[in-house]
T-cell receptor
Framework: NAGVTQTPKFQVLKTGQSMTLQCAQD?????MSWYRQDPGMGLRLIHY???????DQGEVPNGYNVSRSTTEDFPLRLLSAAPSQTSVYFC????????????FGSGTRLTVV | TQLLEQSPQFLSIQEGENLTVYCNSS?????LQWYRQEPGEGPVLLVT?????EVKKLKRLTFQFGDARKDSSLHITAAQPGDTGLYLC????????????FGKGTLLTVNP
């Protein structure tokens, strides 16, 4: 089925390790975003992109990098993992953010020990 | 950054009851969206509202956007156990800002 695919589903990292969370969509959506979801904090925007080659920071960008070389892919890189980055990460995409809403992936549950 | 306040934070009701959840802000929204999230899954879009005073219905769910576009409500009639989940509102401030800001959500439990 068409949609947003996130990998991996679960990951455990040691403090200081780096990794990339993968996100791919097959709906030809221009807009993509990364959110983290923490208990009591809701969904917070990390980075977003309005098209290939264009990215911008969200509410909580520190410690994360993104790139958008193609319309389909929007990977999120953790540069040096910290326990504070333990969270559930969601990638989402849309063809028109104000009219159509976002389609979300099923999430990556990350634990940093 | 606009702040979206959702209330109540938790709601536990019996099957067949009606309920309303609220989403409020001091800022004006260009559009507002409601999502439902089930455990272990990402949020799923329920509705988008863009016009002040707009009312949309989705089966037993009624969504209303305030006249001043600063608040919204979600009303569920005759709740069923399948309505259980986390209900999230999200909004754009408009212009070239494509940041979608979420409220913290209302966790609804409908008991059989």
């Amino acid at each position: 089925n068409a949609g947003v695919t996130q990998t991996p589903k679960f990951q455990v990292l040691k403090t200081g390790q780096s990794m990339t969370l993968q996100c791919a969509q097959d709906m030809n959506h221009e807009y993509m975003s990364w959110y983290r979801q923490d208990p009591g904090m809701g969904l917070r925007l990390i980075h977003y992109s309005v098209g290939a080659g264009i990215t911008d920071q969200g509410e909580v960008p520190n410690g994360y990098n993104v790139s958008r070389s193609t319309t389909e892919d929007f990977p999120l890189r953790l540069l040096s993992a910290a326990p504070s980055q333990t969270s559930v990460y969601f990638c989402a995409s849309t063809s028109g953010p104000t009219k159509f809403g976002y389609t979300f992936g099923s999430g990556t549950r990350l634990t940093v020990v | 950054t606009q702040l979206l306040e959702q209330s109540p934070q938790f709601l536990s009701i019996q099957e067949g009851e009606n309920l309303t959840v609220y989403c409020n802000s001091s800022s004006v929204f260009s559009s507002l969206q409601w999502y439902r999230q089930e455990p272990g899954e990402g949020p799923v879009l329920l509705v988008t509202v863009v016009t002040g005073g707009e009312v949309k219905k989705l089966k037993r769910l009624t969504f209303q956007f305030g006249d001043a576009r600063k608040d919204s409500s979600l009303h569920i009639t005759a709740a069923q156990p399948g309505d259980t989940g986390l209900y999230l509102c999200a909004a754009y401030s408009g212009g070239s800002n494509y940041k979608l800001t979420f409220g913290k959500g209302t966790l609804l439990t409908v008991n059989p």
